[in-house]
């Protein structure tokens, strides 16, 4: 009665039957059954003004920025270079200069991989990472290692979920030159207390990278505040398009860091002799950008700034409490990922079924889950499991699909047990 009656609550406080009609595609049906999107942690849905964003670009004022003289190519360039302030403002970085462009966190995490990991990292040296991060937070560190003869260190997890904080302190050393941390795993939906550990690290004058790309569509970060030296994040997991995304770098580490790669747009002067470099951040942004998507990511951060944020996040966080113990009543399913402190993100396997069966009838359900190791196997082998089902929602989810979603898994245990 007490999960009712919250329920009803925060369905006056946030309405998100009149959201959903933002997003055209969460009216489509599957197999001829309406549509319940549960795998948002993958990417998110796209509000029309995204679309109609990347339509009014394409039709009316399609061109290549900077230097262009004509008409055009200035209105392009104004477009592109708003997107760059609206980046600082949401996510409160001192300078425009601070936010690079990317192709999204993988390229992010990639670029100080390479240019700060050129310039400060060495033969004995350690990068210290977690042990629920993505595969795009563990791998460009191996390359770097292996490059450099460094060595990468792993603060461990529990069972449920949570990083041993208790043994940060005991993994810094003077041979660590970098922390780079998820802030929210997309496998388990645990929040990790980012926060502390940046202020941990900077006691001992290590830098720290976050990965926010679970994080930025639910809640609002503040860089400053968190006193990060880098933030990765992409823009598909934030209602924008694939294939762009920002790093957010401390000016000062900017400045010092090489460019990642080579080519126009990055240099000042170019010569057979010598070639000098542009500024911060045009020297990390090589070659003609994603110009109509860093456009359409400015209108997916005014959706953003439009929404009531509060009440979306109170909305996700009921929705999450509810899916828990819908599905925590459900025999033979066990939850994995059962932190104090979680994103709506709800992950299980079934005694005796496999995750991938159990997404496949489901999507004949017309209910779309991911299934797997989500591309944290490290995750996977510390549990003792091959992999999960993941339902991951976000504040146009509703109390219904989740109905629909505890109902499935229960008519996919009664078949597929069998």
Request: proline share 4%; with cysteine; hydrophobic share 40%.
């Amino acid at each position: 009665m007490e999960r009712e009656r919250e329920t009803e609550s925060v369905k006056e406080i946030f309405n998100a039957e009149k959201i959903r009609l933002d997003f055209p595609v969460l009216s489509e049906t599957a197999y001829g059954k309406p549509l319940a999107y549960f795998d948002n942690a993958a990417t998110s849905q796209k509000p029309r003004a995204v679309i109609y964003c990347l339509n009014d670009y394409y039709s009316h004022y399609n061109a290549n920025i900077h230097r262009g003289v004509h008409f055009l190519s200035q209105k392009a360039s104004q477009a592109f270079d708003d997107v760059r302030v609206k980046i600082q403002h949401f996510i409160n970085a001192s300078s425009e200069r601070e936010i690079i462009f990317t192709r999204g966190t993988t390229e992010s995490i990639n670029l100080v991989a390479s240019t700060f990991g050129r310039k400060f990292i060495g033969a004995g040296d350690e990068i210290i990472i977690t042990a629920m991060e993505h595969h795009s937070n563990i791998v460009p560190w191996q390359m770097l290692c292996e490059e450099k003869q460094a060595k990468l260190k792993v603060i461990p997890m529990t069972d449920s979920g949570e990083l041993c904080m208790d043994q940060l302190n005991d993994l810094i050393t003077e041979k660590t030159k970098l922390i780079s941390v998820v802030h929210t795993s997309n496998s388990l939906g645990t929040i990790n207390p980012v926060k502390e550990m940046i202020q941990i690290a900077h006691q001992h004058g290590v830098p720290v990278l976050i990965d926010a790309a679970q994080s930025i569509a639910h809640e609002p970060l503040d860089v400053q505040d968190l006193d990060c030296d880098f933030l990765a994040f992409s823009g598909h997991k934030m209602f924008g398009p694939t294939g762009v995304g920002c790093l957010y770098g401390k000016l000062d580490w900017l400045e010092k860091m090489p460019p990642y790669q080579g080519g126009g747009e990055m240099i000042h002067s170019v010569s057979f002799e010598k070639t000098t470099y542009n500024e911060v951040p045009f020297k990390f942004e090589a070659g003609t950008p994603n110009i109509a998507d860093v456009i359409a990511l400015g209108a997916a951060v005014d959706y953003l700034n439009n929404l009531d944020r509060d009440a979306a996040l109170h909305h996700e966080q009921v929705l999450l409490r509810y899916a828990t113990e819908k599905l925590s009543a459900i025999p033979h399913v066990r939850l994995i990922g059962t932190s104090r402190h979680k994103t709506s993100v709800v992950s299980f396997v079934i005694d005796g079924v496999n995750a991938l069966d159990v997404g496949m009838y489901l999507d004949t359900l017309g209910i779309a889950v991911r299934t797997g190791h989500h591309c944290t196997e490290p995750v996977m082998n510390r549990l003792g499991i091959p992999g999960t089902v993941r339902a991951s929602f976000m504040f146009y989810n509703t109390f219904e699909e989740i109905d629909r979603l505890a109902e499935g898994i229960k008519k996919a245990i009664g078949l597929l047990r069998k």
